[in-house]
């Protein structure tokens, strides 16, 4: 854990707030957590200025997009050598289709996230971005039907270690 930062209470509850609503004001931030805005605005300059706060991002809803359908592609490229998975990956990650895009261990080297209009398009994505690729070896297809947002990110909590005394 080299390249983990030391949090406060004070970082930790502007982290969760944060990530809860990316929109809060300094001030609201400052209230909710009993310090001064000045004070809090020095926190979250610090924790962008280490990496903690890697940046703000807009949520859409892909339906509204006409985007309502999503998949997982698990996605095996063979041969699994650098000088093809490097053009496979920027061409992945620049489709309008891709959401996210995994490296993975296992059977499996990458697990692609799309969301496309019906399942007519995600079966065009797959044959004319993924099938007719030459290191494409296999393509499985897992429709999502539902998906949730989970708690924010925390460090782990300092473990409790019993002495065998």
Known sequence: ??????????????????????????????????????????????????????????????????????????????????????PFVERVRHLPESRALFHLTGPDDYLVHVAVADPADLQRLVLDEFTSRREVARVETRLIFQQWECGPLLPPAPSTQVSAD
Do not use: F, W
């Open 1 to 86: 854990m080299a390249d983990s930062v030391v949090l406060d209470a004070v970082d930790l509850h502007i982290l969760r707030l944060l990530q809860n609503d990316a929109r809060s004001t300094y001030r609201e931030l400052a209230a909710e957590v009993g310090v001064a805005p000045s004070t809090c605005l020095d926190r979250v300059a610090r924790l962008r200025r280490t990496g903690v706060i890697l940046g703000h991002r807009l949520q859409l809803n892909p339906a509204k997009l006409g985007r309502g359908l999503e998949a997982l592609l698990l996605v095996q490229v063979r041969p699994h050598r650098r000088e093809l998975i490097g």
